[in-house]
């Protein structure tokens, strides 16, 4: 089975910083690459589909790229409503272990 | 609108089983796949399995961690998936989701229930 590993697994950062999550899949994808945004006690929401598609109502602060076995989630400007966790996930099976992004 | 609600959750003692339901809405349930994802106590999201569409051969696909102790059927009769689980483990103990998408034309539409709680405990 695909392995999806995420790094760093925690990240401090202040209002306005340029974040980068990187994503490594162990395998090529069954399918694509997604990612997504959860905050405490919600829901996952997802953000960008098939690696680098925007998700409609999603900042353009957040930007994916990437193919083949590794892909990026850039924040280009933290904003104070982005501190999360994040997780990749190949869209048709497992999911990275995820990101936390804390206030530095 | 697309809308999913689980339920069946609750306490359960190990070694016991559980069926959790997802009822759907909104949705041309028999042409949708859905996946039962889950989420324990301050962890990280975990895939559980997929149900898909007849179309795609109505297969099921589970996570390897699962397989074995996790059922996921359909009855598309009535919109509704459901997970059951045999043999119930403390480290089961989770927030369950189910969740689907939808593609229209170049756009993407990923819908989440509000999870259910399942606690394994005696």
């Given amino acids: 089975d695909i392995q999806m590993t995420q790094s760093p697994s925690t990240l401090s950062a202040s209002v306005g910083d340029r974040v980068t999550i990187t994503c490594r899949a162990s395998q090529s994808l069954t399918s694509w690459l997604a990612w997504y945004q959860q905050k405490p006690g919600k829901a996952p929401h997802l953000l960008i589909s098939k690696a680098s598609n925007l998700q409609s109502g999603v900042p353009s602060r957040f930007s994916g790229s990437g193919s083949g076995t590794e892909f990026t989630l850039t924040i280009s400007s933290l904003q104070p409503e982005d501190f999360a966790t994040y997780y990749c996930r190949d869209y048709d099976t497992y999911f990275g272990q995820g990101t936390k992004v804390e206030i530095k | 609108e697309?809308?999913?609600?689980?339920?069946?959750?609750?306490?359960?003692?190990?070694?016991?089983?559980?069926?959790?339901?997802?009822?759907?809405?909104?949705?041309?349930?028999?042409?949708?796949?859905?996946?039962?994802?889950?989420?324990?106590p301050g962890k990280g999201l975990e895939w559980v399995g997929r149900s898909k569409r007849k179309i795609d051969g109505g297969t099921i696909d589970y996570a390897a961690p699962v397989k074995g102790r996790f059922t996921i059927s359909r009855d598309d009769s009535k919109n509704t998936l459901y997970l059951e689980i045999n043999s119930l483990k403390t480290e089961d103990t989770a927030v369950y989701y189910c969740t689907t998408g939808v593609w229209l034309g170049q756009l993407f539409f990923d819908y989440w229930g509000q999870g259910t709680l399942v606690t394994v405990s005696s």
């Fill in chain 2, 2 to 40: 697309v809308q999913l609600v689980e339920s069946g959750g609750g306490l359960v003692k190990p070694g016991g089983s559980l069926r959790l339901s997802c009822a759907a809405s909104g949705i041309s349930f028999d042409y949708a796949w859905f996946d039962w994802v889950r989420q324990a």
